[in-house]
């Protein structure tokens, strides 16, 4: 009831007795039968005294013993108002027994309940169930009174337990620990979960009811989890509304944060960015609210933005009501997946390695492929991917070629080796090819088991072995019949060597002696006389060298012919060697000249002895073909080392002896004297410069300068004429007239003026062909040269194989040579000119030249004498001369090259006379090639 009366509840045993439901009505109503008043007042009495009393109720007009119990309505209730108990004192006696029955009902219950109940009085224990006292190890009457405390952990517990729980009570509400720590009989603890209400809320004395629950297990369970989550290196995270709630150590570790940091910040940020957040929301979330668990692999985030591959599982918390959160469980699989990355590479790599190698590979087990690479199936011909569960007795082409492979390699396996072989297989059209195979077993201690397999086609070289073999026996053959054949060869051979020795040996003979009389040579001479020095020289000795000269032997030669010379020569050399000794040595140096080398002989009359023995000699008559010749020697002889101490000086004086010799009469023999005189020195001199000029030539030693004639009106060059220049060892640069006369007076000039010709065009084709303009050349030629009768024949050879313009070749001959030889020399003119070959006259005016002749000569030009030139200011007499040269030029329509004009004054007097040419140092002296080249190059 309220404070009102008015009835707020009442059991079905209340309704039951009052006959109807009674919510709603007021209380008093039952008391009717009574005096309202009283009741009323009684029960306010009764409320406030909490005692009960028998009344009479008045129920659906029946009166009703009863027995009421009236106590205030607890706090809890939240109203000022009161509780009745109603007993139905006439249905007591009927209820006694349906009482007893729910008292032994209680009892059960208490008795089988799984909880411990106890009820107890302040500090002491009363009442207890059976679970209790197995809880404790007491028996039930065992507990009876006594101390709670006992049944503690420890007496601190006890009390601070008590102090929490009576205060609790005391407000009138019940208590709950959930885990309180107990201890039993035996000492042993255990946990248990309390809740205790007071028999009367607030009443301590009343007594209070503990249902104690035994929850030590279940709080070992909830710890070991709690370990089990801390220590999980899994991360576990808790998340609500989005945000992170709690997290495990694994979890702060995995994130980077330290723990507890991150509680709090919302979810994304364990995402590399908001969009991928967002995938795992719309992946996971759509899962959760259908009560399924989200997994998958995605890329989370730590602290400092590194990625982390993790595995995730996410599940609601509770999935009746998502508002209670989820469990994520992230385990980071950011190594693993790198090793698997890593490990996928390598295996695609050596995928690919597998698939592009040129060996086929394959892998073996139990006598057929497992796997065989591309190259495998190419080599046997099998379609791709037909390689796997292939027999092995099918890659060979007979049982025998298996058996005998299947016995090598079980043998090397055995033995712990590869097995290598090469053997004839065969490919699934039946062709056959050579393989080297190479095997190897997975496990070494598996001979037997599962083996890899390298094939390589070596078929070609197979057949390029058997090729070599067989070119190896073939070669063995030929070599052999090629041995015999070279053993004949050998032979020859040896016979061609005998041969070229011995030719050789005529060749080496020839360079050293005359061939003429086989008599040695100059060469040779001049070998065996620095060995007579030498010897002569370490012994002390002497040596006489004789220089022998046959006198008039020119004439024999001239008026009986060569052949006669010959005889004579080789009569001469033959009867040399009869009269001097082994010992000494007798050669010839060329022409009619011989040398006898006499080591030891040193006095005068040794020397003379030899001289007058071989003049004896040669004094008697030489019969050839019917003559009776008589020659005679003209010999000189010097001595070593009184007359000189080596080869050159030895010769050259032995040589000057003989022309004392000469000039003392002939047939005789002198010694060389210091002194000579005037006609033997001339003699010498020029016999001496006659020997150079010969070597000049063949040394090359002679050189073309070329001077300029220049044109009077243009100041142009208009030919260069051609002088020769010596340029001798030691002497420098000779000048022609030192040695032109000796050349034409021996006859050298025919062969050096043919080198010069040849010279001078040579340079000529090089200037056009370096780019220059041609010039005409002025060459001389001696009277002896002009009248050598293969003159015209030389000259054509030398434009022809030279290509030079015969136009660009004039000849300049002097006056005196033109005017020796008279009809001949015009014939010779007459060739050259028409060889298209220019003409002119050389030093005109100082010689006597025939009107009559010069008219018919096919000469273009007449060059004056630089002797008239010379004086030309000074002497009236060489200007008429010039004057009158210069008419005769013109009148017969010569044109005039003045030469040696060496001042203006000349210049300008020789262009009053109309001379058209002139040349001299004015202009130029003779220049070198290279500088006529830059004179003509201008
Ligand atoms: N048969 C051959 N005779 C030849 C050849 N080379 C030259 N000679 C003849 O030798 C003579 C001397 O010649 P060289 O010493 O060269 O003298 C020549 C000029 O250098 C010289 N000359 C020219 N201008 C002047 C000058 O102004 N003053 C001066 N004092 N001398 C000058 O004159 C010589 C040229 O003379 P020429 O030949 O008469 O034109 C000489 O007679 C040459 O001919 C050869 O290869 N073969």
Known sequence: CDAAGMVIAANAAMSALAGEPLAGRSLLDLFRGAAAQQAADELRAAVSAERHWRATLSVGGKAIAADVRAKPLPAGWGLPGASFVFTDLGALENGQEALRKTMLEQQA????????????????LKECNPRLAEMVGYSVDELADRDAGEMFATLDAYQSFRDEAFAALAKGGSYENPECPFRRRDGSLFWARVRASAVVPGEREAGTIWIIEDVSETR???????????????AIMFTREQRIRRGNAGFFEMFGYAVGECEGLPVACLHPDRAAFERVVAEAYPLFAEGRTYQGEVQLAKKDGTPIWSKVIGYPV???DLSHGYVWIAEDRTRQRRDEQALREALQENQAIFDTAVLGIAVVENGHTLHGNRKMEELFGHAPGTMTGVSIRSLYPDVEGWQAARLDTARDFAAGRVSVSERLLVRSDGATFWGRLSGRPFDQDDPGGRSLWLVDDVTAQ????EAVRRARDELELRVSARTAELAGANALLQDEIVERRQAEARVHHMAYHDSLTGLPNRALLADRLQQAIHAAQRNGTRLAVMFLDLDRFKNINDSLGHATGDYLLKEVAARLC?????SDTVARLGGDEFVVLVPGAGTQEECSQVG???????????????HSLHISPSIGICVYPDDGADVDLLMRHADAAMYQAKAAGRNNYQFFKERMDGEVARAFAMHALESNLRQALANGEFEPFYQPIMDMRTRRVHALEVLLRWRRPEHGLVMPDDFIPTLEENGMIVPVGEWVIRRACEQSMAWQRAGLAPVPLAINLSARQFMHRALVASIKRIVDETGID???????ITETALMQHGEQTLEILDQINRMGMRLSIDDFGTG??????????????????RAFIRELEASSEDRAIVAAVMALANSLQLQVVAEGVETEEQLALLRDYGCQYVQGWLFARALDAEAARELLAG
Do not use: C, M, W
């Open 109 to 124: 219950i208490l008795d089988h309940a799984p909880v411990g109940i106890v009820f107890t009085k302040p500090g002491l």
């Open 220 to 234: 070992e369970a909830r710890r070991e989890l709690q370990a089990l989550v801390n220590n999980a290196s899994l």
């Open 318 to 320: 509770n999935p009746d």
């Open 462 to 465: 197979h057949e390029a072995a």
């Open 578 to 582: 009869h009269v001097v000794r082994a």
């Open 612 to 626: 007058d023995k071989i003049i004896e000699a040669l004094g008697a008559p030489v019969r050839f073909e019917g």
């Open 806 to 812: 015969p136009q660009l070749v004039e000849f300049e």
């Open 848 to 865: 006597y030249s025939s009107l009559a002749y010069l008219k018919r000569f096919p000469v273009r030009k007449i060059k004056i004498d």
